[in-house]
């Protein structure tokens, strides 16, 4: 029967009842709304009160114009850059996916005529002619001919499924299962046979859509932005509580000496001077350089990761994979090669061979004409063109044997491609002057029927004991391997007794390099959990081999299994899920939601448009470079080589970067710190101004941005990876970081005041006024902060450990010291200082240095505990 398909009328009123099939897509935002969202981080928030407070400054005739100008520019930095990036990335990514949606076409039967037409103009009702090549535009259902449709895009695995016509009426089948038999989906591909599908579902309601419409839901933040968030908080109660005890101690000195103020016009004098240095500690309690250092981190480790087949996509997917405590990752191409391989073959007599250069040439010749010329896929300039998954794995084992050549001279005749009844295919060829058929199928099969095999030194030899054979092929099943045989015998006919050149293992196989990146993820107390569309079996056998099942407790569930069992239940077996088979979309979410809410950093891997939702969902998302748009629009992180041991390389990135923000947190919280304590106990000790105002700014603009700049460039160390992750919820600042800060802190302004107000140590510079003392106390708060850098960089005994691995920082640090060389020198009345001799300089460098070896103490003391 000739098929019709709809009428223009038809299509019309299928179109208004059942909509189109255009994907909804939500606009991205544009870059102004990317860069005022970014003025709500709490750190950038703290930056624009620290703003406006300088603006007031200044117009009060209290501040420099440069001032408020260094605050801005730290704002326009950290926000700016972060916002123009990622908008960047988003245009690129969009303008990408607009040119693949162009070039989309199906072929439709409207009114008795075979049409092409744009894919958003199919509808419900359709019927779509599909051939090998073709993207299936919307999901419905076969009726006409057979299929061999490639899913990976929606499942991941690599195994063609059927399609063929429902039998009848009466005959179910779940469309949510994607290896049903009947319904095809949209993005999926045929690769083989020809057929008529009528359309069911288009646009939003198709998988597809469902899926690529879930993707562009809201995530939740990051660990580090909810830690910085905690930080920002704590930094201003800190700030304002500094600034109301510098006010407080101003005047209650005053009181105490009994030098009270004159008049009135002193009094506000007097209390617009406490009131200034306290905002200036205001100002420097928030360290500026925060914002920008993330930017300059992100910035610089994208460039070093993009080296390694890593590229970053979204700005806060870099940190987060740092703090990753479990990782649900895709088996096929991630876990495995993604590819069908031939692992190995074996005589009738099981000995194996993996080479064909290592067996007899007789024998070698039976291997390439039974499964080179049997084959229906074709070599071509070293690639394969054509057959299914299995011929091809076939295929490209011979052209690694550098045998293609032998294929090509052979000639070939009777070729009868593989028969689902017989369950195998078969080729004559001409071959020493006899005609010989070679048979390639179901080993079941083909041993049954076979009465001699060859054997290791190619002598052909009956074949009476077969179990050996059947344990060998039971044991590589259990290995979850797809097995082969071939026979041949004289002849043109493919029926009657044969004999056995060879049993074929074949398999997606373990990447190395994925097994040991999992041992050294595992090692950093990430779970690691392979989530797969394949069977139990073969997902165990894999996982097993991957170094995923180790532990008698470690658990391996089916998709069934899992919705049997409550959310509850499944937070508690979550802590020992290592593999989940048969997984749907749904699976996958399910997993990330739970993972969440038991407060875990969730990452998940994925290439399908059925890993999509997850992607997105997840705390970060690590698209496959190889997989759909869909997948990598969804994902923060693009691994180009789809290897789990690039993801080892994100996740160590990511934790250096956290170290880094670490690091320089130890080094402005402890100038800051130390400038609130100066600044405030100096009042009590009769000196009302230790620090001037340009003099602490100048402390620290020149601090934050130079410093960001030192620790954005720590190299990363594979030591990194022994720690355990971070909990979501624990502080940036942890105690030992605290005890360090306070310590070093405690010295410095010990040091300082000690110039000004304990003899010993005055007297050192001799008979000189308190403007010089001052002058030395600026130089060696400068100095000090600098040496603490040092200790700031490592937890190590060894401050100087793989120092030159960061030549950044002995610029930035040699910067410094210059820096405050030149204030000191030439700052005259601007800064308040007067040129120091040499004699000077060299005590306050010595007493600068002695915080180095003080907390060298701290750590021998604390290494200990």
């Given at each position: 029967?000739?098929?019709?398909?709809?009428?223009?009328?038809?299509?019309?009123?299928?179109?208004?009842?059942?909509?189109?099939?255009?994907?909804?897509?939500?606009?991205?935002?544009?870059?102004?709304?990317?860069?005022?969202?970014?003025?709500?981080?709490?750190?950038?928030?703290?930056?624009?009160?620290?703003?406006?407070?300088?603006?007031?400054?200044?117009?009060?005739?209290?501040?420099?114009?440069?001032?408020?100008?260094?605050?801005?520019?730290?704002?326009?930095?950290?926000?700016?850059?972060?916002?123009?990036?990622?908008?960047?990335?988003?245009?690129?990514?969009?303008?990408?996916?607009?040119?693949?949606?162009?070039?989309?076409?199906?072929?439709?039967?409207?009114?008795?005529?075979?049409?092409?037409?744009?894919?958003?103009?199919?509808?419900?009702?359709?019927?779509?002619?599909?051939?090998?090549?073709?993207?299936?535009?919307?999901?419905?259902?076969?009726?006409?001919?057979?299929?061999?449709?490639?899913?990976?895009?929606?499942?991941?695995?690599?195994?063609?499924?059927?399609?063929?016509?429902?039998?009848?009426?009466?005959?179910?089948?779940?469309?949510?299962?994607?290896?049903?038999?009947?319904?095809?989906?949209?993005?999926?591909?045929?690769?083989?046979?020809?057929?008529?599908?009528?359309?069911?579902?288009?646009?939003?309601?198709?998988?597809?859509?469902?899926?690529?419409?879930?993707?562009?839901?809201?995530?939740?933040?990051?660990?580090?932005?909810?830690?910085?968030?905690?930080?920002?908080?704590?930094?201003?109660?800190?700030?304002?509580?500094?600034?109301?005890?510098?006010?407080?101690?101003?005047?209650?000195?005053?009181?105490?000496?009994?030098?009270?103020?004159?008049?009135?016009?002193?009094?506000?004098?007097?209390?617009?001077?406490?009131?200034?240095?306290?905002?200036?500690?205001?100002?420097?309690?928030?360290?500026?350089?925060?914002?920008?250092?993330?930017?300059?981190?992100?910035?610089?480790?994208?460039?070093?990761?993009?080296?390694?087949?890593?590229?970053?996509?979204?700005?806060?997917?870099?940190?987060?994979?740092?703090?990753?405590?479990?990782?649900?990752?895709?088996?096929?191409?991630?876990?495995?090669?993604?590819?069908?391989?031939?692992?190995?073959?074996?005589?009738?007599?099981?000995?194996?061979?993996?080479?064909?250069?290592?067996?007899?040439?007789?024998?070698?010749?039976?291997?390439?004409?039974?499964?080179?010329?049997?084959?229906?896929?074709?070599?071509?300039?070293?690639?394969?063109?054509?057959?299914?998954?299995?011929?091809?794995?076939?295929?490209?084992?011979?052209?690694?044997?550098?045998?293609?050549?032998?294929?090509?001279?052979?000639?070939?005749?009777?070729?009868?491609?593989?028969?689902?009844?017989?369950?195998?295919?078969?080729?004559?060829?001409?071959?020493?002057?006899?005609?010989?058929?070679?048979?390639?199928?179901?080993?079941?099969?083909?041993?049954?029927?076979?009465?001699?095999?060859?054997?290791?030194?190619?002598?052909?030899?009956?074949?009476?004991?077969?179990?050996?054979?059947?344990?060998?092929?039971?044991?590589?099943?259990?290995?979850?391997?797809?097995?082969?045989?071939?026979?041949?015998?004289?002849?043109?006919?493919?029926?009657?007794?044969?004999?056995?050149?060879?049993?074929?293992?074949?398999?997606?196989?373990?990447?190395?390099?994925?097994?040991?990146?999992?041992?050294?993820?595992?090692?950093?107390?990430?779970?690691?959990?392979?989530?797969?569309?394949?069977?139990?079996?073969?997902?165990?056998?894999?996982?097993?081999?991957?170094?995923?099942?180790?532990?008698?407790?470690?658990?391996?569930?089916?998709?069934?299994?899992?919705?049997?069992?409550?959310?509850?239940?499944?937070?508690?077996?979550?802590?020992?899920?290592?593999?989940?088979?048969?997984?749907?979309?749904?699976?996958?979410?399910?997993?990330?939601?739970?993972?969440?809410?038991?407060?875990?950093?969730v990452g998940m891997t994925g290439d399908g448009v059925n890993d999509s939702p997850a992607l997105k969902k997840a705390d970060v998302g690590f698209a496959m470079g190889s997989g759909t748009e869909v997948a990598k629009e969804a994902g923060d992180i693009t691994i180009l080589d789809d290897n789990f041991s690039s993801i080892e390389k994100a996740i160590l990135y990511g934790r250096t970067m956290f170290k880094s923000i670490r690091k320089f947190l130890i080094?402005?919280?402890?100038?800051?710190?130390?400038?609130?304590?100066?600044?405030?106990?100096?009042?009590?000790?009769?000196?009302?101004?230790?620090?001037?105002?340009?003099?602490?700014?100048?402390?620290?603009?020149?601090?934050?941005?130079?410093?960001?700049?030192?620790?954005?460039?720590?190299?990363?160390?594979?030591?990194?990876?022994?720690?355990?992750?971070?909990?979501?919820?624990?502080?940036?600042?942890?105690?030992?970081?605290?005890?360090?800060?306070?310590?070093?802190?405690?010295?410095?302004?010990?040091?300082?005041?000690?110039?000004?107000?304990?003899?010993?140590?005055?007297?050192?510079?001799?008979?000189?006024?308190?403007?010089?003392l001052k002058s030395a106390l600026f130089a060696t708060f400068m100095m000090a902060i600098t040496f603490n850098g040092f200790n700031a960089r490592t937890a190590h005994i060894n401050p100087f450990e793989n120092l030159m691995r960061n030549k950044n920082f002995l610029l930035v640090m040699l910067s410094i010291f210059v820096m405050q060389f030149v204030f000191v020198t030439f700052g005259g009345e601007v800064l308040s200082v007067e040129s120091l001799s040499l004699k000077s300089w060299l005590i306050c460098l010595i007493l600068a240095f002695m915080v180095i070896p003080i907390d060298v103490v701290r750590k021998l003391l604390t290494a200990h505990k």
């Amino acid at each position: 029967m000739k098929l019709q398909g709809l009428s223009s009328k038809q299509v019309e009123e299928s179109r208004k009842q059942h909509g189109s099939n255009e994907l909804t897509q939500i606009p991205a935002d544009p870059l102004w709304k990317k860069i005022l969202e970014g003025f709500k981080d709490p750190m950038i928030m703290i930056l624009l009160v620290a703003l406006v407070v300088q603006i007031g400054l200044f117009l009060l005739g209290q501040a420099e114009w440069f001032e408020p100008v260094g605050i801005l520019i730290a704002i326009v930095i950290a926000n700016g850059v972060a916002s123009i990036s990622e908008n960047k990335q988003e245009n690129k990514a969009s303008a990408l996916k607009e040119e693949e949606e162009a070039k989309e076409i199906a072929k439709v039967i409207r009114d008795g005529k075979l049409l092409e037409i744009h894919v958003s103009e199919v509808v419900v009702g359709d019927l779509v002619y599909l051939q090998a090549g073709d993207k299936i535009p919307a999901d419905g259902v076969v009726v006409e001919g057979a299929l061999k449709v490639d899913q990976a895009a929606l499942n991941g695995e690599t195994e063609e499924a059927t399609k063929i016509p429902c039998p009848d009426e009466k005959t179910s089948y779940d469309v949510k299962d994607l290896l049903n038999k009947h319904y095809a989906y949209r993005g999926t591909v045929v690769c083989g046979g020809e057929g008529y599908m009528e359309i069911k579902v288009v646009g939003d309601k198709t998988l597809f859509g469902e899926l690529a419409l879930e993707v562009q839901e809201e995530t939740r933040q990051t660990p580090l932005q909810v830690k910085l968030g905690v930080l920002a908080q704590q930094i201003s109660k800190f700030g304002y509580m500094g600034a109301i005890a510098i006010v407080v101690g101003i005047l209650l000195k005053t009181f105490v000496t009994g030098a009270l103020p004159s008049g009135i016009y002193e009094w506000i004098r007097l209390l617009l001077d406490a009131i200034t240095v306290a905002i200036t500690v205001i100002v420097c309690a928030v360290p500026e350089g925060l914002p920008m250092l993330t930017s300059i981190l992100l910035s610089f480790q994208s460039l070093r990761m993009a080296k390694d087949n890593v590229l970053v996509r979204k700005i806060n997917g870099l940190e987060t994979a740092g703090s990753l405590s479990i990782l649900f990752s895709d088996k096929t191409g991630t876990i495995t090669e993604g590819r069908l391989s031939v692992v190995e073959l074996v005589t009738g007599n099981v000995v194996p061979f993996k080479e064909l250069s290592k067996m007899p040439s007789n024998l070698a010749g039976d291997v390439i004409i039974g499964t080179g010329i049997n084959n229906s896929a074709v070599a071509s300039n070293g690639s394969i063109i054509g057959g299914n998954s299995t011929d091809r794995a076939l295929m490209a084992y011979l052209i690694d044997s550098k045998v293609v050549n032998s294929i090509a001279k052979e000639e070939a005749r009777n070729f009868n491609a593989f028969d689902s009844a017989k369950k195998f295919s078969s080729v004559t060829v001409q071959r020493d002057g006899k005609s010989m058929t070679y048979i390639k199928g179901a080993p079941e099969r083909i041993i049954e029927r076979c009465t001699h095999y060859i054997d290791e030194n190619g002598e052909t030899k009956e074949l009476v004991e077969k179990n050996y054979l059947i344990a060998h092929m039971d044991a590589q099943a259990g290995r979850s391997m797809r097995l082969l045989a071939v026979a041949k015998r004289e002849g043109e006919s493919d029926e009657g007794d044969l004999t056995l050149v060879c049993v074929i293992s074949i398999r997606d196989n373990v990447r190395k390099e994925a097994a040991d990146a999992i041992h050294e993820v595992q090692n950093a107390g990430i779970q690691v959990v392979m989530v797969t569309g394949d069977r139990k079996e073969t997902a165990v056998a894999i996982a097993k081999e991957a170094g995923l099942l180790v532990n008698p407790d470690d658990v391996a569930l089916t998709s069934a299994e899992m919705a049997e069992k409550s959310d509850e239940e499944m937070k508690k077996i979550l802590p020992h899920l290592r593999v989940v088979a048969r997984a749907l979309p749904t699976d996958k979410s399910r997993l990330v939601r739970l993972a969440q809410e038991l407060e875990e950093v969730v990452g998940m891997t994925g290439d399908g448009v059925n890993d999509s939702p997850a992607l997105k969902k997840a705390d970060v998302g690590f698209a496959m470079g190889s997989g759909t748009e869909v997948a990598k629009e969804a994902g923060d992180i693009t691994i180009l080589d789809d290897n789990f041991s690039s993801i080892e390389k994100a996740i160590l990135y990511g934790r250096t970067m956290f170290k880094s923000i670490r690091k320089f947190l130890i080094f402005q919280l402890t100038v800051n710190v130390a400038a609130v304590l100066t600044c405030f106990i100096g009042p009590l000790l009769g000196e009302n101004v230790i620090l001037t105002v340009i003099q602490l700014l100048l402390i620290n603009l020149a601090m934050d941005t130079l410093a960001a700049i030192a620790f954005g460039s720590e190299p990363a160390l594979k030591e990194y990876m022994k720690d355990k992750p971070v909990p979501r919820n624990e502080s940036i600042v942890t105690k030992e970081m605290l005890t360090e800060v306070i310590i070093s802190a405690l010295y410095i302004t010990f040091i300082c005041l000690s110039i000004l107000f304990f003899a010993p140590i005055r007297n050192l510079f001799g008979d000189v006024d308190v403007t010089y003392l001052k002058s030395a106390l600026f130089a060696t708060f400068m100095m000090a902060i600098t040496f603490n850098g040092f200790n700031a960089r490592t937890a190590h005994i060894n401050p100087f450990e793989n120092l030159m691995r960061n030549k950044n920082f002995l610029l930035v640090m040699l910067s410094i010291f210059v820096m405050q060389f030149v204030f000191v020198t030439f700052g005259g009345e601007v800064l308040s200082v007067e040129s120091l001799s040499l004699k000077s300089w060299l005590i306050c460098l010595i007493l600068a240095f002695m915080v180095i070896p003080i907390d060298v103490v701290r750590k021998l003391l604390t290494a200990h505990k």
